[in-house]
């Protein structure tokens, strides 16, 4: 059905060692020893928590994987899962595409629900950012690949889950960290932690900053994390966090094909000029409460804030935005019998309302002397109320110890209201799309305690974001619908020799309707319209491997692949027929493998190797971007320099092979007078990075 081309597999070595400053008592070096594959347990709330017994495909990333690189980009390590692909520019201008879903959206991630906890990391109008959260307050990240979570809001790409850092270990232990790398890459972090009986407080405040390697690129982030839990007991506890983030991130813009090929540091002209940028700060707060009811009943339930309040001075005028959204969760999670079948479940809702308010204003960038962008008069005042909520339930009945079947519901209702101020007074405009029903069906069979096939079908949607609820004029545009579709998936887990061989693969088929056209109408302005279908299917293979060469060596591997095809089915826009095209803006195969060599005298080598196909930029395919492979090396090493004092360093080169890549595209970028489409944002050429991390354990 697919997979017309094959490739020769690079296979390369990668890895990362660090100390975690929460989860390490005293101890001396590991000698090195024979360790099975551990088995993945994934988040509580969903309906089983053994990765093994889960009918979907769900990618996780643990905390050595996350850690694995520089600990600065999280799209490096996203990047090595099968079937997603996150593309970056600059560390704040990301997108997020899973199995082709979200790669046409122009700027930021959408199509995708993502969690911090138990905290949305989605905004009301449909925008997802993670790229704010230090990666070394990440304890794991689960991404669900589809519509197959009722639990998690059925969106069309999938959900992200982050769980976050909390220390296990009781007593205190605090940790500081440099990473010091090319561009003027610096960052800096310190922690501490504190574990009792029944309560835990973790502490963390990170500054990374880069000068960055293109014309106006220079970054900043500050960000502080406090984590915990309270009122720990055997029926019960209360987990509470918060994230505050300072940004500031100068904005080089996208790039046309002849400055790509020539100079690819050069920022946009106007973006240089006005000296744009983003500066930003947020903060998300949550309370959870878990509670064992009795020995067959859970609850758990959380309130949680997102606050966010932006400027960003660009070179067609100075936006100012402010967005503050709660909500609340609560789930009941339970057993029970029908006859000698045993019978699991969630049931719940989640209500979220998010106010944004925004408004534009010249950009004097031109008359302010080469000093960059200068406010001006207010042009636009819009406020945008956003309601939504979902009510979901799951069950899974083991129909014997070798079958068992799964079956899930969400609904969905959104409700929004507009008013524009500027640049005249209209009334509040309502709307509402609809109740959406989202199923999902799963049989899972397993032959032996080591092996699981399944099969499932599901249906998902994908609200529209706040442009694309707008026409040109700025008003509510009623004929908009959410896009929806139809997800069918084969799949397999397999533990191969003593589990020191974990292999994985899905098969999926996925038919999207009413798809979501952003025509741009302006410099910053785009107009929704449902223009048609796009068609998904591919085949997502992955493994993971641990072998013993001798007393001294170990060696880790792993494998990921993802094959595609992903075009438009049905899709007319402006009079043009795309029927046939390849899907804009997300390359079909793409290949990643590494290996990590351990010895027990804590030295470490370790490397990676990805490959992207090419990447069609324009919905005609008259425009590609080139496939690129990517090299990365590291070495390092761990020691303890006394009984309560650990340390690690380690250097790394990362695109070691200088390859000219395009780290992110603009889908359909479009011509301005003689000048070419600035498709373009170009990645980091090589570069170099070193760290040290010291650790105190009391």
Do not use: C
């Not at 709330?45 to 017994?53: F, G, V, Y």
């Not at 790398?181 to 610096?186: A, D, E, N, P, Y």
């Not at 973790?202 to 839990?229: F, P, V």
């Not at 929004?416 to 069906?441: M, R």
């Amino acid at each position: 059905m697919i997979l017309k081309k094959h490739y020769f597999l690079l296979f390369a070595l990668f890895a990362f060692q660090n100390i975690e400053a929460q989860e390490k008592e005293r101890q001396t070096i590991d000698s090195v020893k024979t360790l099975k594959l551990e088995e993945v347990v994934i988040s509580p709330l969903h309906i089983n928590s053994e990765l093994q017994n889960t009918p979907a495909s769900i990618a996780v990333l643990s905390k050595k994987e996350l850690t694995q690189n520089n600990t600065t980009d999280i799209s490096t390590v996203i990047n090595t899962l099968p079937g997603v692909f996150m593309q970056s520019s600059n560390l704040t201008t990301t997108r997020i595409s899973i199995r082709g879903i979200g790669a046409r959206t122009p700027y930021g991630t959408n199509k995708i629900r993502a969690f911090y906890g138990s905290i949305p990391l989605t905004s009301g109008n449909s925008e997802t950012v993670i790229d704010d959260i230090d990666l070394e307050n990440i304890n794991q990240i689960e991404v669900i690949k589809g519509p197959l979570s009722s639990i998690y809001g059925a969106g069309l790409g999938g959900a992200i889950l982050i769980s976050p850092q909390l220390s296990k270990t009781k007593g205190e232990s605090a940790g500081i960290s440099t990473v010091y790398g090319s561009f003027g890459l610096l960052k800096n972090r310190f922690n501490y932690s504190l574990t009792g009986k029944e309560s835990s407080l973790n502490i963390s405040y990170h500054n990374l900053k880069t000068d960055g390697w293109r014309e106006n690129s220079a970054y900043n982030r500050n960000g502080i994390t406090l984590a915990g839990e309270l009122f720990k007991k055997k029926n019960g506890k209360l987990t509470y966090f918060s994230n505050y983030t300072y940004l500031k991130a100068f904005i080089p813009s996208s790039i046309s094909k002849e400055v790509y090929d020539s100079n690819p540091q050069l920022g946009a002209p106007t973006w240089v000029a006005s000296k744009g940028f983003k500066e930003y700060k947020s903060t998300l707060a949550g309370l959870a409460y878990d509670f064992k009811i009795n020995e067959n009943l859970n609850n758990s339930t959380s309130i949680f804030i997102n606050y966010k309040d932006s400027n960003e001075p660009r070179p067609f005028d100075i936006l100012h935005q402010y967005t503050f959204g709660t909500g609340a969760r609560t789930q009941f999670s339970g057993k029970f019998k029908i006859r000698k079948t045993e019978n699991q479940f969630i049931a719940g809702i989640e209500y979220f309302t998010d106010n944004y308010n925004g408004d534009t204003f010249e950009n004097l960038y031109k008359t302010n002397n080469g000093q960059g962008s200068l406010q001006g008069n207010q042009l636009t005042s819009t406020d945008q109320k956003r309601h939504f909520y979902n009510i979901f339930s799951q069950i899974r009945t083991l129909l014997s110890e070798k079958i068992e079947f799964q079956a899930g519901i969400n609904y969905n209702e959104t409700h929004f209201e507009l008013t524009n101020f500027l640049p005249q007074k209209t009334s509040t405009e309502k709307y509402g799309y609809d109740g959406i029903f989202s199923p999902q069906l799963s049989f899972l069979f397993k032959p032996n305690t080591k092996q699981t096939i399944y099969v499932s079908a599901s249906k998902g949607f994908s609200l529209p974001t706040t442009e694309e609820t707008l026409t040109s004029t700025g008003n509510i545009n009623p004929d908009i619908k959410p896009e929806s579709g139809y997800n069918f998936e084969v799949g397999g887990k397999f533990y191969f020799f003593n589990k020191n061989l974990y292999t994985e693969f899905a098969i999926y088929r996925m038919e999207i309707k009413d798809l979501l056209v952003a025509k741009r109408i302006g410099d910053d302005q785009y107009e929704g319209i449902n223009a048609g279908k796009t068609f998904h299917e591919g085949i997502e293979i992955s493994a993971k491997h641990n072998w013993i060469i001798n007393s001294i060596f170990s060696l880790n591997s792993f494998i990921g692949a993802s094959l595609g095809k992903y075009e438009f089915k049905d899709f007319i826009d402006n009079g043009i027929d795309y029927s046939g095209n390849k899907l804009t803006g997300v390359a079909a195969n793409k290949i990643n493998a590494g290996i990590v060599l351990n010895t027990t005298s804590g030295l470490f080598f370790s490397a990676d190797f990805q490959f992207v196909d090419k990447i069609p930029m324009n919905d005609a395919n008259s425009a590609y971007a080139d496939s690129y492979k990517i090299i990365n090396l590291k070495t390092g090493y761990r020691l303890e320099i006394l009984p309560n004092l650990n340390t690690n360093f380690a250097f790394g080169v990362n695109n070691i092979a200088d390859e000219k890549y395009a780290s992110l595209i603009l889908p359909n970028a479009v011509a301005v007078g003689n000048s070419s489409p600035r498709y373009y944002y170009p990645g980091l050429p090589i570069n170099y990075y070193g760290n040290i991390a010291l650790i105190f354990l009391f």
